[in-house]
């Protein structure tokens, strides 16, 4: 009786990180009674305990606290999220807060309407807009609502690279009647669907002609709380303006020191002919590596590794085109 009763007392004093640690395999129930030790004799947190004894390491508490909040990716139901994308990968990093203050100023502004529904363009290639599509919806996820992210990039697609699906159908097979939504749409986390780009159409802009894109995210808007859509370039072609005059709203991705300010005007006033209500300006600092895609339609080399190229994103910059003219 005794025994079963200190064994009871020694699991009450387990927090909700040590049983994570515990079934994981990454402690032992001895090295949990030296933490609790420790945290009851110099008032240290679960965590910070573990790290000064030694027990873990950084990484380790970052991806159980992740867990723990709900930014982790154990929910990921299909591919593989590349590493890139911090908010899922690196959950406490400056880049996946900066994820998350976009998050909340969006979902401030959409408040009175029944859903988030918005374009992510830029004025060239290699700004970071797939990135920032990619990141944005996850974070829309992980706050519980569902989430639809569409590739509109017809012509250099990267969100099925971003997240490991393969090479399918998707948002050109639906356009041309060839497959429903619901056949090319692919569940990648409880509250995500990614419609891909599909394979690439000769005729990208006809394909993308108002009205049947919006006629196609209206026919199941009671689906989503969110409609993030990526885009091609909007200075190279007319398809993001197209797309985004569909939606009603977008947001511009820039690169510092690669983004002209001429270039952030001709989008802004193709947004504006559009009758499209840019909501503000995502400035992208110190990109190292051109997303898969963005720069390039090819697929990086087998096996390489690619280092982590955000380093740092800042906050939502919120200006109309005529502060810019």
């Known amino acids: ?3 079963s009763d200190a064994a009871h007392a020694a699991d009450a004093r387990i927090t909700r990180l040590g049983e994570l640690f515990l079934s994981k395999n990454q402690l032992t129930m001895h090295q949990i009674e030296l933490i609790t030790k420790a945290q009851e004799q110099r008032g240290l947190r679960f965590g910070d305990a573990a790290i000064e004894l030694g027990f873990l390491v950084q990484s380790q508490l970052d991806a159980a606290l992740g867990h723990q909040f709900g930014y982790n990716n154990d929910a990921l139901l299909v591919g593989s999220v590349n590493p890139m994308i911090s908010i899922l990968h690196d959950p406490f990093s400056q880049e996946a807060e900066q994820i998350r203050r976009l998050r909340s100023e969006l979902v401030l ?15 060239a290639r290699g700004e970071g807009k797939s ?9 829309l996820a992980q706050l519980g609502k569902r989430t639809l992210l569409v590739d509109a990039d017809l012509r250099t697609s990267s969100q099925h690279y971003l997240f490991g699906l393969g090479v399918r159908d998707g948002l050109s097979s639906v356009l041309v009647n060839r497959l429903s939504l619901e056949q090319a749409v692919i569940q990648v986390m409880p509250k995500l669907q990614i419609l891909p780009a599909g394979p690439q159409p000769p005729n990208p802009l006809e394909i993308l002609r ?15 709380d969110a409609c993030i859509v990526d885009t091609y370039s909007s200075n190279l072609a007319s398809d993001a303006q197209m797309v985004a005059n569909q939606l009603g709203y977008a947001v511009v991705v820039t690169l510092q020191n690669q983004t002209s300010l001429s270039g952030l005007r001709h989008t802004l006033d193709d947004m504006h002919a559009a009758d499209v209500h840019v909501l503000g300006t995502v400035l992208n600092h110190g990109l190292l590596l051109p997303l898969m895609g963005e720069e390039t339609a090819d697929q990086p080399a087998a096996g390489k590794k690619k280092k982590s190229w955000w380093q740092r994103f800042t906050r ?3 200006r109309s085109s005529a502060e810019l003219r």
Do not use: C, W
Not at 210 to 224: I, R, S, V
């Open 131 to 139: 990135y920032v599509a990619a990141s944005l919806a996850i974070a």
């Open 1 to 3: 009786m005794i025994a």
């Open 210 to 224: 108002a009205p049947n894109f919006h006629a196609l995210l209206e026919g199941y808007a009671d689906q989503f």
């Open 109 to 123: 502004r959409f408040d009175r309407q029944s859903r988030i529904k918005l374009a992510v363009l830029s004025p």
């Open 316 to 318: 939502f910059i919120t």
